[in-house]
């Protein structure tokens, strides 16, 4: 089981910009695709992006298109969330998760290894 730990969160007001990182254990990082997703006060998990295990194939939430771009670095075993334009709708914990193998969906359902999350707080 691999074991992933976001960090970069924080507080910043509307319009500014995160980047968060999610460090992941084991050797076997780079065969799987990643994503994030997020979720704020009161309201179910929601998909933010993913990424597949060589970068060519990347997905958004409509939310986010335009604003966030997801990247990874398999040397270093570790996936970012580049976040621009943020909004006061952005604000949530921020999990990364790795997809499970054989699964084509972006639901909860179809990632497992979920971190522990980090705070984005965006104020107005």
């Known amino acids: 089981q691999v074991q992933l730990v976001e960090s970069g969160g924080g507080l910043v007001q509307a319009g500014g910009s995160l980047r968060l990182s999610c460090a992941a254990s084991g050797r076997t990082f780079g065969t799987y695709a990643m994503g994030w997703f997020r979720q704020a006060p009161g309201k179910e998990r929601e998909f933010v992006a993913a990424i597949g295990w060589s970068s060519v194939n990347t997905y958004y939430a409509d939310s986010v298109k335009g604003r966030f771009t997801i990247s990874r670095d398999n040397a270093k075993n570790t996936v970012y969330l580049q976040m621009n334009n943020l909004k006061p709708e952005d604000t949530g914990v921020y999990y990364c998760?790795?997809?499970?193998?054989?699964?084509?969906?972006?639901?909860?359902?179809?990632?497992?290894?979920w971190g522990p999350g980090t705070q984005v707080s965006v104020s107005s």
């Open positions: 998760a790795r997809k499970l193998l054989g699964r084509y969906g972006l639901d909860s359902a179809d990632f497992d290894s």
